[in-house]
């Protein structure tokens, strides 16, 4: 048997057994054989999930320490992960923060998507019993999965993308199925990764085996792959590539599901009131090409991300927060952190932390247009998504009464925000807007009465290889 796919079956199959004993069947040789597709395809079904705490703290949509008041924890002279993230340190980012992450979830979480699920199967599928139909749809969802979870990992851990400099700066390792990754894997130029992330999605969208619709929402499907491929081109400052990949997506679906009507009833913990609140459901949201599970409890948003929403928007006007759940008499979060800020406790809504929606899809034409001064349609795709976000009672719409460049991109950032306010995406896009004149900016927070800046050109925007990496391979060094 070829070596590569030994290992990588072996991998892959250890890291299922507690959950999937009967997945596999156990060869003479000791080695797990997986021979049907059909046991390929339960390999896709893990679920998974994705902690971006800490790029959210970064990207100041929230503020979080695991331990103690906030304020103290800023007034200590000993600092923490946590506090170099909350004061944007860039002296304690570059001095000490690496020291400080044993682990890291994204970089765990992305590199097991695709040791354990992407590389295995590619490595066996073409020498399993099942259709050929069979095989394509497996082949394409690992090659998607390999391509997106790159993807994920290479914005936190490395430069945002630059042509000037993209051939020759350090960015991650790409893993392929052909590799062998008993041995440490070097890191690869930000060009070769985004090159090769391009090359698994197109390679799926070329042997079309992706349906349009998948099974559930954590499959992949065609939009999905379309959509990949527009956020990767976004990235690499190509917004009319994206533009086409963005319009194939939305071809597919392009459904904006409404914020105003999608609610369901709360009971007040206190007095026992019904309340109308935002709900987003789990894993069946038409609007998401792909999701995680999800939910937001327990976090705190700062006033400023509050306050940036548009005027009623739905989650200002509808997110269960501790003030409604509380019926304003404590907030539990607040207290703990020591400082005024909004209290998360939707316990049951799905904000997909890492996933991809079509509205992603509409600020990819948004910004498009606005590149081109095309100003009126950027407002009418803007509109698209506010008049399904904002109180019919408040919503005015853009189109027609923009014609100003700054103007047009405030507007886009703020609605931008509402829709990233709980994901990756918010850390994502300020990240590659830090390389755009028109839209980089310095970003400033306020915590204690102590007001602190993240510029464009901050190191913070690139997060260390956490410990549990760096020290089982020589070949990863930090990137900044």
């Given amino acids: 048997m070829n070596y590569n796919i030994s290992k990588y079956f072996m991998l892959g199959a250890v890291s299922l057994l507690c959950s999937c004993a009967n997945f596999t069947e156990i060869e003479p040789k000791g080695q797990n054989i997986l021979s049907t597709t059909q046991e390929l395809e339960m390999i896709l079904n893990n679920d998974y999930d994705c902690w971006?705490?800490?790029?959210?703290?970064?990207?100041?949509?929230?503020?979080?320490?695991?331990?103690?008041?906030?304020?103290?924890?800023?007034?200590?002279?000993?600092?923490?992960?946590?506090?170099?993230?909350?004061?944007?340190?860039?002296?304690?980012?570059?001095?000490?923060?690496?020291?400080?992450?044993?682990?890291?979830?994204?970089?765990?979480?992305?590199?097991n998507r695709i040791n354990r699920i992407a590389n295995p199967i590619l490595s066996r599928v073409d020498f399993v019993t099942g259709s050929q139909d069979q095989k394509d749809l497996i082949k394409c969802e690992a090659l998607l999965n390999r391509a997106i979870f790159h993807y994920i990992a290479v914005q936190k851990f490395a430069k945002a993308y630059d042509i000037s400099y993209a051939a020759t700066t350090p960015a991650i390792p790409y893993v392929l199925?052909?590799?062998?990754?008993?041995?440490?894997?070097?890191?690869?130029?930000?060009?070769?990764?985004?090159?090769?992330?391009?090359?698994?999605?197109?390679?799926?969208?070329?042997?079309?085996?992706?349906?349009?619709?998948?099974?559930?929402?954590?499959r992949l499907n065609k939009a999905c792959a379309y959509a990949a491929k527009a956020m990767v081109l976004m990235s690499m400052q190509n917004s009319d590539e994206a533009t086409k990949a963005a319009r194939n997506a939305l071809d597919i679906n392009d459904v904006i599901v409404d914020y105003n009507t999608m609610t369901t009833?709360?009971?007040?913990?206190?007095?026992?009131?019904?309340?109308?609140?935002?709900?987003?459901?789990?894993?069946?949201?038409?609007?998401?090409?792909?999701?995680?599970?999800?939910?937001?409890?327990?976090?705190?948003?700062?006033y400023e991300a509050w306050d940036f929403l548009e005027e009623g928007h739905a989650i200002q006007e509808k997110f269960l927060t501790e003030h409604t759940a509380w019926d304003g008499l404590m907030s539990p979060v607040a207290t703990s952190l020591g400082m005024n800020l909004v209290g998360t406790w939707d316990l049951t809504s799905s904000w997909n932390s890492i996933g991809l929606k079509t509205t992603y899809m509409y600020l990819i034409l948004v910004e498009n247009a606005i590149n081109n001064n095309d100003y009126d349609s950027a407002m009418g795709y803007l509109d698209k998504i506010r008049e399904k976000r904002i109180d019919p009672q408040k919503y005015s719409p853009l189109q027609g009464s923009v014609s100003d460049k700054a103007e047009a991109i405030r507007h886009l950032k703020q609605t931008s925000h509402g829709e990233c306010i709980f994901t990756y995406y918010n850390f994502v896009n300020k990240k590659r807007w830090s390389r755009l004149d028109d839209y980089k900016e310095t970003y400033k927070r306020e915590i204690g009465g102590v007001t602190y800046t993240l510029s464009p050109e901050s190191n913070l925007w690139i997060f260390p290889f956490p410990q549990n990496v760096t020290g089982l391979n020589n070949n990863i060094t930090q990137n900044y």
């Fill in 177 to 218: 199925d052909t590799d062998n990754i008993l041995e440490p894997q070097p890191k690869r130029s930000l060009q070769y990764v985004y090159e090769h992330i391009l090359a698994d999605i197109d390679l799926a969208l070329t042997i079309n085996g992706l349906p349009d619709r998948a099974i559930n929402r954590m």
């Fill in 265 to 302: 009833t709360y009971n007040s913990m206190l007095l026992n009131l019904p309340i109308e609140i935002l709900y987003r459901p789990l894993l069946d949201c038409e609007e998401d090409y792909f999701s995680l599970i999800t939910l937001e409890a327990g976090n705190g948003i700062p």
């Fill in 52 to 111: 971006v705490t800490d790029t959210r703290v970064l990207s100041g949509d929230c503020i979080y320490n695991e331990s103690e008041n906030v304020i103290d924890l800023l007034n200590r002279s000993e600092k923490t992960r946590w506090s170099i993230l909350l004061s944007w340190d860039e002296d304690g980012h570059d001095s000490q923060l690496a020291d400080l992450m044993a682990d890291d979830e994204v970089y765990s979480r992305c590199y």
